[in-house]
């Protein structure tokens, strides 16, 4: 590298944004690492000199912008973006009050565009960048008790593959992570997971399905300090992919579901087909 590029990291008090900021350090960049407490930050990847720890609220503008003034003061530039910082909301729709599904998308989805918003006008003025947003394999393949969660993140896929397309033109690329199931405090940190916060008699397995969830806890396959550690190697690629699947159980998944989708628009080609108006 010529010069040592600049991170921003959402998310990075705790789980996954912790060790993409640590692996980002060790890696020769600056980083500027953000939580909702900068405090946060400190405590969980350590001082170090090419670390700034700013308070970022991914639902707060002001704070936003903030940050991203901080990043310019200090190092001049912003060449990397991570959205990481997001929740999940679990349950069964039904069982979701509007309240809690409006909440995950705020988070999940317009939060990250909130913050690649800001960076962008910074980015074009460079004309080079690289906006990165971690979804989910939630995001390719959805399934029952995660409908709120699976619609945050299916919405940041469709948004990252039309944004994708449009700042080209500046320089800017853009890459789509779908990690599978990591070994970090996802399912126990009471910010991280929020469970229904209705009852309904017919959905009479909740609560041990939510006590299922719970038993994953520290049996996810995934170590995320090598998903931190390839995602650099990623990043450093003369041209990094538009999407990294990441994990085995997300590869299978993916792979899955893309057989899935083959083998349903080919399943009724007589009355999918032939639809256009009569000459």
């Given at each position: 590298m010529t010069y040592s590029k600049v991170w921003l990291i959402t998310g990075a008090g705790r789980g996954m944004g912790v060790d993409i900021a640590q692996a980002g350090l060790a890696a020769g960049y600056r980083v500027l690492a953000t939580a909702r407490a900068a405090a946060n930050v400190i405590a969980a990847v350590g001082e170090h000199d090419d670390l700034l720890a700013v308070s970022l609220d991914i639902?707060?503008?002001?704070?936003?912008?903030?940050?991203?003034?901080?990043?310019?003061?200090?190092?001049?530039?912003?060449?990397?973006?991570?959205?990481?910082?997001?929740?999940?909301?679990?349950?069964?729709?039904?069982?979701?009050?509007p309240e809690q599904f409006r909440a995950q998308m705020e988070t999940n989805f317009f939060g990250p565009l909130h913050v690649t918003r800001a960076v962008l006008r910074v980015m074009r003025g460079q004309r080079s960048g690289h906006i990165v947003?971690?979804?989910?394999?939630?995001?390719?393949?959805?399934?029952?008790?995660?409908?709120?969660?699976?619609?945050?993140?299916?919405?940041?896929?469709?948004?990252?593959?039309?944004?994708?397309?449009?700042?080209?033109?500046?320089?800017?690329?853009?890459?789509?992570?779908?990690?599978?199931?990591?070994?970090?405090?996802?399912?126990?940190?009471?910010?991280?997971?929020?469970?229904?916060?209705?009852s309904i008699d017919d959905y009479a397995d909740t609560a041990a399905t939510i006590d299922g969830w719970k038993s994953m806890n520290g049996k996810q396959s995934g170590d995320p300090a090598k998903l931190a550690a390839s995602l650099v190697k990623i990043l450093e690629l003369d041209d990094p992919p538009p999407r990294w699947v990441a994990g085995a159980d997300a590869v299978r998944a993916v792979k899955g579901k893309g057989q899935t989708l083959i083998e349903q628009a080919d399943a009724h080609l007589d009355l999918s087909t032939g639809l256009d108006h009569d000459a």
């Amino acid at each position: 590298m010529t010069y040592s590029k600049v991170w921003l990291i959402t998310g990075a008090g705790r789980g996954m944004g912790v060790d993409i900021a640590q692996a980002g350090l060790a890696a020769g960049y600056r980083v500027l690492a953000t939580a909702r407490a900068a405090a946060n930050v400190i405590a969980a990847v350590g001082e170090h000199d090419d670390l700034l720890a700013v308070s970022l609220d991914i639902t707060d503008t002001d704070s936003i912008d903030a940050a991203v003034e901080a990043a310019i003061d200090r190092f001049g530039r912003i060449d990397v973006l991570v959205n990481n910082a997001g929740n999940f909301q679990a349950g069964y729709f039904e069982e979701m009050s509007p309240e809690q599904f409006r909440a995950q998308m705020e988070t999940n989805f317009f939060g990250p565009l909130h913050v690649t918003r800001a960076v962008l006008r910074v980015m074009r003025g460079q004309r080079s960048g690289h906006i990165v947003t971690i979804t989910s394999t939630a995001g390719i393949v959805s399934r029952g008790f995660g409908s709120a969660y699976g619609a945050s993140k299916f919405a940041l896929e469709g948004w990252t593959e039309s944004l994708r397309e449009e700042v080209a033109q500046f320089g800017i690329r853009v890459t789509a992570v779908e990690p599978g199931f990591f070994r970090t405090q996802l399912l126990v940190e009471r910010s991280s997971t929020l469970w229904p916060a209705l009852s309904i008699d017919d959905y009479a397995d909740t609560a041990a399905t939510i006590d299922g969830w719970k038993s994953m806890n520290g049996k996810q396959s995934g170590d995320p300090a090598k998903l931190a550690a390839s995602l650099v190697k990623i990043l450093e690629l003369d041209d990094p992919p538009p999407r990294w699947v990441a994990g085995a159980d997300a590869v299978r998944a993916v792979k899955g579901k893309g057989q899935t989708l083959i083998e349903q628009a080919d399943a009724h080609l007589d009355l999918s087909t032939g639809l256009d108006h009569d000459a």
